[in-house]
């Protein structure tokens, strides 16, 4: 009898599972367990605990001295020159203190301060872990962008999200492991900010568009009929020429591959298919909103939430357009921010609230933030340039800490004053959450071990519980 | 919330924290001699071993060496693959493409040794092999048309770059001459000319622009020393194997390179600028351009003959007064002298002919377009870049200086022309922060720019003046703008000063109109004679490209941090290799002494990673393996004394890349089978020794082509423009070209599709072209679903299914002929008896009942869906 194409596949997995498989990934991490679907290595440096991260990316550098860093001085010096040295700025049109733009109260029963604009957001102030002090190393959108998915300001490297598939890879067996919902924006520095760099391409993002077709190819030409024919007719020759010609695990992984695509080709409809989701829920998260950003945004996080619960470790949003280029408001900031928070506040807490009823956050890190924050002076007369010497970015889930804020700013949230946080230590801390030591998790290129992290990073134990 | 430490830093420290420089980095103590004379040990810095096949003379000596350590391990050779298998590997290898059905039936049915050497060299004389190998190279060297970064600027002509990769590698230019011009092709005494008088040689230099270009950097000089990384980076990468670019921060971690060996090399870039170089050079001591500059003088002659006007008599009898004094009174206490045209001619820096070589003197210029001189009321000499007429492109630069003063003060005149300001080696001259940089030249009159150069006092800078025919770096957008003939600018003046307000100067009065409607017939006799004269010579393209500027050092970065310059570190290549003695004095970068150092003939490293990296392609494996580090982090090579053999033939071949390729690919070794066996399995599972050939998945572009092939879609056009992405749902982000190219690229092959670097081809991506940022000799080979979902769904694959459906249905009459030759275009062999039997099965039946797929044999859907179904199988994607 001949042998089936199960036992083909078995037989070539085992007979060469020992090999390196330098075909398929020139060197393998040292403590890696392969993933018997052929996908990327395994890394548990230490019990994780968080096993998916959301990161709701807030493109352009939203203003944190008008949503989440209030600063009482910076409002009696409206209008004023402004106090402090200046560092160079983008656009070095720099004018007075420009007083933030929206009234603060304290939230919840922790007491964090959110402005006015994020009226939905505030209801969840107890779950977030609010981090004031963040500090990147680049003013400029693409280097800033490279920056805070990298790890490096050029482009080139691998992507968080890539980091995270590569060493955790999808839970999924139809899904990958790094996922972006573009909302309509790709951030400046284009889809790099997503790419594997030099690791394996198995690992970077997949972009799944909210217009036009989701995925690039996920749609057959054919009816499933004939597409299933076709299928059984390659795996029959693929079959027969294994036998005659000998195996490979090149080979025998590109079969595998070609499995994992059929997979993710069915479960993909079924993934974007939200009729099951109650009505009330639709409404939490806005997705019949009468302004269309925030339907889309909705959308994107209700898809985060499924693709979640479905096992895909990294997923990313981007913003969708509201006409005011981002979060990047070098004038008009009144309208800006206003369009900006009314399209990301409902489905963001909706979606805070939809992971907590389903016991989903507890191991779902939750990240929100942009590449930079803004200049407590005024850019112009009503606009705000970028400023990567202090701005705020929050967590929440994923064993952080709830409730709480960390580090601080100066008297006009200008720069990091209390316990600055570099983009390396975020890096360190969300690998940290997922079992992952961020020192001992490299790639050898060019020449080097490579890290997410450079040389830098600490793991910030004081936002853990 | 409990309590926690506090950590308060100062504004400084923020300052530090935020540029990366956080003291988590420690410091490494510096390369001790001993500890580098000691890394000089490491294999590949020693010279060339020199060394004898061993066995028989008869035997092919790349057999004679692998056979060597096979017999050692107890191991043997494995037979020659089945010829059909044999001759899909050539082809794919050598030219890329699938073997057309007529080169199986050829091979199949004589496959002699002779008639393998005749497909060998047919394929390496074919203009198909450099389209192959050129893309190899195109890895090495990052190549990308566009900046990336916010807006992914274009860099115009930057396609033309990978043409004369394409023509260097099928004319076979020695390797060392080919490594030469990448260094300095702009500097060769006698550049190569190609067959139609073009200058090859300077081509090569555009490789040092495929770097990504920050815009509008809040710190200029960071923005330099991170490019410069990346420039010395491939530098050290692609030609000499080494991770030079380590050492910018300290002394190389492994190897015996130190920091000062980076800074020394970073000199001769700094000193290099960029221009749009032409391709034809109009030499201006030259017949023609000297006929043009009499027919233009000819033409002001007439004129003032004619010129009835009263105020132009004194001209026509003082010939004195066709050079007045330029009318700029004597410089004041507060202003310095930077360059002018009646000064010292080293103050200027000229590329492009568009100036000519000496600077102009009449107080017109004359436009043969508009029929009438176009005054100038600019006294005095000056450059002018309509010398020769219009239609030349210009670029006057001065040298590099450091601005002492707040304000730079420039006298020109011209329409549609350009003056940059160019700090710190920043090129990118663009708003939002270096607007106040650039200017635009559109008066007629002589008039001063002023730039406000406060926010850069002290750092090095120099001016760049365009006409608008000629690009620069920020005005990339000019590539798709029409501009108009009349272009011109006039130089004369530069001052640098402590005051805002420019140099006092003589009023002049504006020449009055000559007086006539209708020029008389002298005059347009002799603007008839310039036009003739102008149009004679040749209008060049240009190319991205090196140009000298000032020589300057560097100095050693602390910790390779910009603001922190320690000790000079005067210009010179590796010590390692050249001891630390600076190069001679030099004039400008200094780059040709650079390249005459790094191809010294004792210098091992440029022929070992040549000849490793061809082996590298041949075999899906470097005989060291990491083909872009030979230094101590990277692997041994597996057969040194191979190595060693192949590089001594190479260069004693005239570095011939041809010559070693044809050695490689008529050994045994190669033509062995992939199959695996038993025995090698345990005693060489990894084929280090290579007891067989390895199967690999083919390039991105080797899948993309070979569906154009079988398909019949190929259009085999060389050279040109680049052909432009269709637009995706996938992929809306800034800079992507507003209109959206052909789905299926024309049928070109995929070297020719355009390499943006915010939009590269998605279906190449998902098959691992690498994102163009470092050298990458050796692609990573992955396996992602994108992939599978390529070749399943993609309309691009779908729709060359069914070209070739149609295509087997036309070539051939029968069920089992149009079978063979679907099997011959896409597999390259006849299909054996179970796979005729399951396809024929499938097109007459399967594919009939599943109603969507076609009604059987004469129906092209029917094929086209066999197609697809092949195309899907392993075997199509991989080379055995």
């Given at each position: ?71 009482p ?36 029963d ?48 691998a992507?968080?999200?890539?980091w ?21 924006l ?6 790099d ?7 394996p ?20 030409h ?39 695509a059929?997979?993710?080709q ?56 509201t ?101 390396h ?41 | ?25 420690r410091?490494l ?18 010279p ?26 107890g ?233 009835p ?27 310095e ?109 002589a ?13 090095p ?13 920020a ?66 393209p240009?190319i991205?490209?090196?140009g ?12 390779g ?10 210009r ?24 005459d ?90 084929n ?75 279906m ?83 594919a ?33």
């Amino acid at each position: 009898m001949p042998p089936t194409r199960r036992h083909l596949l078995q037989r070539l997995w085992h007979g060469f599972a020992m090999l390196p498989l330098a075909q398929l990934a020139p060197r393998p991490l040292a403590v890696a367990r392969r993933d018997p679907d052929g996908g990327p290595a395994l890394v548990r440096h230490h019990p994780p605990r968080a096993r998916n991260v959301i990161f709701l990316y807030m493109d352009g550098g939203p203003s944190c001295q008008d949503l989440f860093d209030y600063k009482p001085r910076l409002a009696a010096d409206d209008g004023k020159p402004f106090a402090l040295p200046m560092e160079p700025t983008q656009f070095n049109d720099n004018g007075n203190t420009l007083g933030p733009r929206a009234r603060f109260h304290r939230r919840g029963d922790s007491g964090q301060w959110i402005s006015d604009l994020l009226p939905h957001l505030a209801t969840q102030a107890d779950r977030l872990c609010v981090v004031r002090s963040m500090v990147a190393d680049f003013s400029e959108h693409t280097n800033a962008n490279y920056f805070l998915h990298t790890g490096h300001g050029l482009q080139g490297r691998a992507s968080l999200g890539a980091w995270v598939g590569y060493g955790l890879g999808s839970e999924a067996h139809d899904l990958p492991a790094f996922v972006v919902l573009n909302g309509g924006l790709i951030p400046p520095g284009g889809v790099d900010n997503f790419h594997s760099g030099f690791l394996p391409a198995h690992s970077q993002g997949s972009v799944f568009a909210m217009r036009g077709a989701t995925i690039a190819d996920i749609t057959p030409h054919e009816a499933a009929a004939a597409q299933r024919a076709k299928a059984a007719l390659t795996a029959a020759l693929d079959d027969h020429t294994l036998l005659r010609d000998g195996g490979d695990p090149a080979l025998a992984a590109a079969i595998h591959n070609h499995e994992l695509a059929f997979r993710m080709q069915a479960a993909v409809p079924e993934l974007l298919d939200l009729d099951g989701e109650s009505p009330r829920l639709r409404r939490l998260y806005g997705l019949d909103d009468d302004y269309e950003p925030t339907r889309i945004y909705a959308r994107q996080c209700l898809l985060a939430r499924r693709l979640v619960e479905r096992g895909v470790r990294f997923v990313e949003l981007t913003c969708p357009d509201t006409g005011h280029d981002r979060w990047d408001q070098h004038g008009k900031i009144d309208a800006g921010l206003r369009d900006n928070c009314r399209m990301v506040d409902r489905p963001i807490a909706a979606l805070l609230q939809d992971l907590a009823a389903r016991g989903l956050l507890d191991e779902t890190i939750v990240l929100f933030g942009g590449e930079f924050g803004r200049t407590p002076f005024a850019q112009g007369s009503l606009g705000r340039d970028h400023n990567p010497f202090g701005f705020t970015m929050w967590l929440a889930g994923g064993g952080f800490r709830a409730g709480t804020s960390f580090g601080e700013t100066d008297e006009y949230g200008y720069k990091a004053v209390v316990d600055p946080v570099s983009v390396h230590d975020l890096h360190t801390t969300l690998l940290w959450q997922l079992g992952i030591d961020h020192e001992r998790f490299t790639y050898r290129f060019g020449g080097r071990d490579l890290r997410l992290t450079d040389v830098y990073g600490r793991v910030l134990r004081e936002l853990l519980t | 919330m409990p309590p926690r430490p506090r950590r308060r830093v100062s504004a400084v420290a923020v300052g530090l924290f935020a540029a990366g420089l956080a003291a988590q980095a420690r410091p490494l103590p510096p390369l001790s001699d001993a500890a580098f004379a000691a890394r000089r040990e490491h294999w590949a810095w020693s010279p060339l071993a020199v060394v004898e096949p061993p066995g028989p003379a008869t035997t092919h000596p790349v057999d004679a060496f692998v056979d060597a350590r096979l017999a050692a391990a107890g191991l043997r050779r494995s037979p020659s693959a089945t010829p059909s298998t044999l001759l899909r590997r050539l082809w794919f290898d050598v030219v890329g493409l699938p073997p057309p059905p007529e080169a199986v039936v050829r091979f199949t049915s004589d496959p002699s040794d002779a008639a393998y050497e005749r497909e060998l060299d047919a394929l390496l004389a074919s203009p198909q092999f450099g389209e192959r190998w050129a893309r190899h190279w195109l890895d090495l060297v990052r190549y990308a048309e566009t900046l990336g970064h916010e807006y992914d600027f274009p860099v115009p002509n930057a396609w033309r770059y990978r043409d004369y990769v394409i023509r260097a590698l099928n004319h076979d230019v020695p390797y060392d001459q080919f490594v030469r011009e990448h260094i300095a092709g702009d500097l060769l005494p006698t550049p190569r000319r190609g067959a139609d008088g073009d200058d090859e040689s300077v081509q090569a230099t555009a490789a040092w622009w495929f770097v990504e270009q920050t815009h509008s950097p809040v710190d200029a000089k960071k923005h330099e020393a991170d490019r410069i990384d990346n420039q010395i980076d491939v530098l050290g990468k692609a030609l000499l194997g080494l991770t030079i670019a380590c050492a910018r921060c300290h002394d190389h971690k492994f190897d015996a390179i130190r920091a000062d060996d980076y800074y020394a090399l970073y000199g001769f870039v700094r000193s290099s600028r960029y221009v749009q170089a032409p391709l034809q050079a109009v030499d201006p001591a030259g017949d023609g351009y000297r006929a043009a500059l009499a027919a233009q003088r000819a033409v002001a002659t007439a004129w003032l003959a004619a010129a009835p006007a009263a105020e132009w008599a004194p001209l026509r009898d003082d010939p004195a007064a066709l050079a007045p004094a330029s009318g700029v009174g004597p410089l004041r206490a507060e202003d310095e002298l930077i360059a002018s045209a009646d000064g010292d001619r080293a103050d200027w820096i000229l590329t492009n002919d568009g100036f000519g070589d000496s600077p102009w003197h009449a107080p017109f210029c004359p436009d043969p377009e508009a029929l009438a001189p176009r005054l100038l009321s600019l006294p005095g000499p000056f450059w002018l870049s309509a010398a020769a007429g219009s239609g030349r492109d210009g670029v006057l630069q001065t040298r590099t200086f450091p601005l002492t003063q707040r304000y730079l003060h420039v006298r020109v005149a011209g329409e549609h022309a350009r003056v940059n300001v160019v700090v710190d080696g920043l090129h990118l001259v663009r708003d939002p922060i270096y607007g106040p940089l650039h200017a635009k030249v559109h008066c007629a009159e002589a008039h001063w720019l002023t730039f406000d150069c406060a926010p850069w006092r002290d750092r090095p800078a120099f001016l760049q003046c365009l006409d608008q025919r000629a690009q620069d770096l920020a005005d990339a957008d000019q590539a798709t703008r029409p501009y108009p003939d009349a272009a011109w600018l006039a130089v004369q003046l530069v001052v640098l000063s402590a005051a805002a307000e420019p140099p006092p100067t003589t009023a002049n009065a504006p020449l009055p109109a000559p007086g006539w409607s209708e020029p008389p017939p002298d005059v347009r006799t002799a603007l008839t004679a310039l036009a003739k004269a102008t149009a004679a010579l040749p209008v060049s393209p240009t190319i991205p490209s090196l140009g000298d500027g000032t020589g300057v050092d560097e100095h050693v970065f602390v910790r390779g941090d910009h603001r922190r310059p320690a000790a000079p570190a005067p210009r010179r290549f590796l010590r390692a290799l050249d001891g630390d003695a600076p190069l001679p004095v030099m004039a400008g970068s200094g780059r040709l002494q650079l390249a005459d150092r790094l191809l010294r003939p004792d210098n091992p490293l440029p022929p070992r990673v040549l000849v490793n990296r061809l082996w590298h392609h041949l075999f899906g494996r470097g005989l060291v393996r990491t083909v872009d580090n030979l230094g101590a982090l990277g692997e041994p090579p597996s057969h040194p004394e191979l190595l060693d053999w192949l590089a001594h033939d190479c260069v004693a071949h005239g570095w011939s890349i041809k010559h070693t390729l044809r050695l490689l690919l008529t050994s045994a070794t190669y033509r062995q089978q992939s199959r695996r066996g038993d025995a090698g399995e345990v005693a060489d599972a990894d084929n280090v020794l290579l007891h067989r050939q390895n199967v690999r998945r083919l390039e991105a572009e080797a899948v993309r082509d070979a569906l154009l092939a079988a398909s019949g879609r190929l259009d085999a056009t060389c050279f040109g423009p680049s052909i432009e992405l269709p637009h995706s749902d996938q992929i809306e982000a800034r800079g992507r070209p507003r209109a959206s190219g052909p789905p299926d690229g024309d049928g070109r092959r995929s070297i020719y599709l355009a390499m943006r670097r915010n939009f590269m081809p998605p279906m190449l991506q998902a098959f691992d072209l690498p994102t163009p940022f470092a050298t990458v000799g050796a692609r990573s080979v992955s396996n992602v679903p994108a992939q599978a979902l390529t070749l399943a769904n993609d309309t691009f694959v779908h729709t060359m299914c069914e070209r070739l459906g149609q295509r087997v249905l036309d070539e051939a009459g029968t069920a089992d002929d149009r079978l063979t030759r679907c099997y011959l275009l896409l597999l390259g062999r006849p299909p054996d008896a179970t796979e005729r039997r399951l396809a024929l099965a499938f097109v007459g039946d399967v594919a009939v009942a599943t109603t969507d797929l076609g009604a059987g044999f004469a129906d092209p859907r029917s094929w086209a869906a066999l197609a697809h179904a092949l195309v899907n199988s392993t075997e199509f994607s991989y080379r055995r």
